[in-house]
């Protein structure tokens, strides 16, 4: 007992030190939002494992209703398919070179299969970890999907695992179509329920009914068109009423979400790099 209060009275500056490190850290990630993104992402190495395994453990006893969701999703997928094969076959009298220009479009797009490995969806600014990283060829800005539709844009990357910003996350603003009628807006997501977001700005000289799909718009230079997001539940009108707002019901559970990909679109890759180039430009002539 005198040997360890000696010990401790011989080094007590140093756990002095020890405990307010940790309480400068503990006030650093509490009270500032960026550090506290930073910190809380899970893009660490430790982090991520921890949660990588908890993930493979959820996902082996959700295989089931796993399965059920892709194979209904197959089902719709080809009836989808044959439905465009048969309005392609009737509006081009050359169909064969039409199906090889539609290959050519589809071997630009690489997609990056993963796991979701940790995953929020009650707070207002949701983030979502997925086992994939830059070793992988994850990319910030990339467009991540899944089976039923649109999930969100990666916001953080490491070697091994990434931060994606979901559609349920206030900062996110995704270009979306009225698919089949050419009208866009944006799709925002409020809080509140995880199956329920909106889609802003939408003109007032529109035409759609409830039930139609909502789809990326290919606006943006992370999704290319056609991705589903959802389909149209109510009409509002904007605040300054000079738009519409639609409430959407979204096509991804992202509570039950399991299994995404990253879209790694060269000719995305391509516009991002000459908007960047363009907004150089701009700045250097501003300077100047």
Not at 269 to 285: F, G, N, T, V
Request: with cysteine.
């Amino acid at each position: 007992m005198r040997n360890l209060t000696e010990f401790l009275a011989r080094y007590n500056h140093w756990f002095v030190l020890v405990v307010l490190e940790v309480i400068c850290t503990v006030l650093i990630v509490r009270f500032n939002n960026y550090q506290g993104s930073v910190w809380f992402t899970s893009a660490n190495l430790f982090v991520g494992k921890i949660y990588e395994t908890d993930a493979k453990i959820q996902s082996y006893f959700h295989l089931s209703e796993l399965n059920e969701g892709l194979t209904q999703r197959n089902l719709y997928l080809e009836h989808r398919v044959r439905q465009l094969s048969e309005q392609l076959e009737v509006l081009n009298a050359d169909t064969s070179r039409q199906k090889v220009g539609q290959l050519q479009k589809l071997q630009d797009i690489k997609l990056i299969p993963a796991k979701v490995i940790d995953n929020s969806v009650a707070k207002l600014d949701n983030f979502i970890t997925i086992d994939k990283g830059s070793i992988d060829g994850v990319r910030k800005d990339m467009g991540v999907a899944c089976g039923t539709g649109i999930v969100g844009i990666v916001y953080l990357v490491s070697n091994h695992y990434s931060v994606v910003i979901p559609v349920l996350n206030s900062q996110s603003n995704i270009s979306c179509a009225i698919e089949g009628r050419g009208y866009f807006g944006y799709l925002h997501w409020k809080g509140g329920r995880s199956d329920i977001a909106y889609v802003d700005d939408v003109p007032r000289h529109a035409t759609f009914r409830k039930g139609d799909k909502v789809v990326t718009s290919g606006y943006s230079s992370v999704f290319p068109p056609g991705i589903l997001a959802g389909t149209i539940l109510n009409v509002f009108n904007s605040e300054d009423g000079l738009s519409y707002r639609l409430q959407i019901k979204l096509s991804t559970d992202f509570a039950r979400l399991r299994d995404v990909c990253v879209i790694d679109d060269v000719e995305m890759l391509q516009r991002l790099q000459l908007i960047q180039a363009a907004q150089d430009s701009i700045k250097q002539s501003d300077n100047e």
